[in-house]
C-alpha cells in the first residue's frame, strides 16, 4: 500500500469522529451494566464519562486504558490518552 492510500484510509482526528468511535465501544459496557459518555477532546487527550456500573467500579481505570483508550489509538494513533471525569 502507497503511503497516499494509507493516508486516505486514516480518519481525521477531531471531536465528532471521536464521539463516533466511542459510540462504537458504548454496547460493550452496556452489555455490563455500564456505559460510556463522550465529554470533551482537549488536545489529543480525549475526557469522558463512564457512568452506570462502571461509575466508582474497581477495574474501571483498567477498562478505560485497556478497552476503551487501546481502541480508540489504534484509530487514532495521535491520541495520549483516554480520562474519565467525575460527576455529573
Given at each position: 500500500?502507497?503511503?497516499?492510500?494509507?493516508?486516505?484510509?486514516?480518519?481525521?482526528?477531531?471531536?465528532?469522529?471521536?464521539?463516533a468511535e466511542?459510540?462504537?465501544?458504548?454496547?460493550?459496557?452496556?452489555?455490563?451494566?455500564?456505559?460510556?459518555?463522550?465529554?470533551?477532546?482537549?488536545?489529543?487527550?480525549?475526557?469522558?464519562?463512564?457512568?452506570?456500573?462502571?461509575?466508582?467500579?474497581?477495574?474501571?481505570?483498567?477498562?478505560?486504558?485497556?478497552?476503551?483508550?487501546?481502541?480508540?489509538?489504534?484509530?487514532?494513533?495521535?491520541?495520549?490518552?483516554?480520562?474519565?471525569?467525575?460527576?455529573?
Amino acid at each position: 500500500m502507497r503511503k497516499e492510500e494509507a493516508m486516505a484510509d486514516q480518519v481525521e482526528f477531531n471531536e465528532a469522529n471521536v464521539r463516533a468511535e466511542i459510540e462504537k465501544i458504548r454496547p460493550f459496557l452496556q452489555n455490563d451494566g455500564g456505559d460510556i459518555e463522550f465529554v470533551a477532546l482537549e488536545g489529543n487527550v480525549a475526557r469522558v464519562r463512564l457512568k452506570g456500573s462502571c461509575s466508582g467500579c474497581a477495574f474501571a481505570s483498567l477498562t478505560l486504558q485497556f478497552s476503551v483508550e487501546k481502541t480508540l489509538k489504534q484509530t487514532f494513533p495521535q491520541l495520549e490518552r483516554v480520562e474519565n471525569v467525575q460527576g455529573a
